[in-house]
């Protein structure tokens, strides 16, 4: 792999670059372009490649936990503004109070793996879900029988097949042109 960061040996500086962006919210499509790549390049790295993925996930993670502990240090001050503001008669405020303990449109923090063999599992479950339940027989309880039996069974090989042959799940053999 050309170019490789000795932060993540996995990984190009490129592709560190991308994470970086995507990580503080800079869309597909602008991250391509910053970078002068295909947008498909870059949708294939977040989707097909687990070490991208994992370190796309710790990424975000990681500057999730630094805005919660930046909102935690606001969280006693708040209290007292929005408990001003009820006392007040501010019916606007109780909604953000609802908010605030997730009862009501609470946003969830970022999911999945953030190492490596992490997202490979997951995404080795994915493909033996799509290959166990993917084409639905005449029979869906013997399917989900059977299915539930052979899931853990296939994602262990798909996961070994993965760690074989990780080129052919991470498509780093295909080349795209920029603009496409």
Known sequence: MPYSSPIHPKLTVQQLNAIDLLASGVGVVKTAEVLGVNRHTITRWKTRNPFFMAQLNSRRKELWSEAHERLRGMVTKSLDVMEAALDSGDSRIAVEVL??????????????????????????????????????TGDPQSQALYGSKMLPIMTAEVFQDMRDNIEKYTGDDEDEPVNS
């Open 99 to 136: 908010k605030a303990v997730n009862i009501y449109g609470g946003v969830p923090a970022p999911q999945g793996g953030t190492s490596v063999d992490a997202v490979m599992v997951e995404k080795a479950e994915q493909y033996a879900k799509e290959l166990l339940y993917g084409h639905p």
